[in-house]
């Protein structure tokens, strides 16, 4: 499995810390991306930051999964995250679309 988890807008949003049994870890914070390949497996949490713990707020966040090629089932895991700045940006008459890493197909 594979799973992309985004941060909700600053409005909604406090931090959460991830750590996992890779030695991995990260605090994200609104509008930032965690790119996650559990593979050959790892185990993970994703937990309130110490500042909601101590004062309180909102956590909320999206996660979504997906099923990776049995060819792609036994790889090593990898975590990854990325704060907002970084991720690339397209703006057409609609609107905005933040694409985030690894999620870039060129063909």
């Given at each position: 499995?594979?799973?992309?988890?985004?941060?909700?807008?600053?409005?909604?949003?406090?931090?959460?810390q991830?750590?996992?049994?890779?030695?991995?870890?990260?605090?994200?914070?609104?509008?930032?991306?965690?790119?996650?390949?559990?593979?050959?497996?790892?185990?993970?949490?994703?937990?309130?930051?110490?500042?909601?713990?101590?004062?309180?707020?909102?956590?909320?966040?999206?996660?979504?999964?997906?099923?990776?090629?049995?060819?792609?089932?036994?790889?090593?895991?990898?975590?990854?995250?990325?704060?907002?700045?970084?991720?690339?940006?397209?703006?057409?008459?609609?609107?905005?679309?933040?694409?985030?890493?690894?999620?870039?197909?060129?063909s």
């Amino acid at each position: 499995m594979t799973l992309l988890s985004l941060a909700i807008p600053p409005r909604l949003c406090t931090a959460m810390q991830h750590k996992d049994s890779a030695g991995n870890s990260g605090t994200l914070s609104s509008g930032w991306v965690q790119w996650m390949t559990a593979g050959s497996g790892v185990v993970h949490s994703e937990m309130p930051s110490d500042e909601v713990l101590e004062k309180g707020g909102r956590q909320e966040g999206f996660q979504l999964w997906v099923n990776l090629p049995k060819k792609d089932k036994m790889i090593p895991p990898r975590y990854q995250d990325t704060p907002p700045e970084k991720i690339p940006v397209v703006t057409t008459e609609d609107g905005k679309v933040c694409v985030p890493p690894s999620m870039f197909c060129l063909s």
